[in-house]
């Protein structure tokens, strides 16, 4: 199996910049891709960034594109976030997700346990 530890989150003023981190451990060989995800009370999971490990190839959703940009560590198995130009509209906790090949934007099976992203104005 495989296990996720997310880090890096906290409270950030609107504008700033945050980074956050995942590692990765466990049977990392039948993971394809990683992603973030994350979700604001009252509201349901939402999805942040992916990247398939190997290549990498990257996607984006349109509320964070231009702002937000995911990579990886491939000699640590970590996975990071650089969040840029933060809103009061981020605040949410993290997820960190990984899972097989699949279509589209893909299939998440291992989730970490989230961390706290909270943005003031």
């Known amino acids: 199996q495989v296990q996720l530890a997310e880090s890096g989150g906290g409270l950030e003023r609107a504008g700033g910049s945050m980074l956050l981190s995942c590692a990765a451990s466990?049977?990392?060989?039948?993971?394809?891709?990683l992603a973030w995800f994350r979700q604001a009370p009252g509201k349901e999971r939402e999805f942040v960034a992916s990247?398939?490990?190997?290549?990498?190839?990257?996607d984006y959703a349109d509320s964070v594109k231009g702002r937000f940009t995911i990579s990886r560590e491939l000699t640590n198995n970590v996975m990071v976030l650089q969040m840029n130009s933060l809103k009061p509209e981020d605040t949410a906790v993290y997820y960190c997700?990984?899972?097989?090949?699949?279509?589209?934007?893909?299939?998440?099976?291992?989730w970490g346990q989230g961390t706290q992203v909270t943005v003031s104005s």
């Open positions: 997700a990984a899972g097989p090949y699949g279509p589209g934007r893909g299939k998440y099976t291992y």
């Open positions: 466990g049977r990392l060989f039948s993971v394809y891709r």
């Open positions: 990247i398939v490990w190997d290549v990498p190839t990257t």
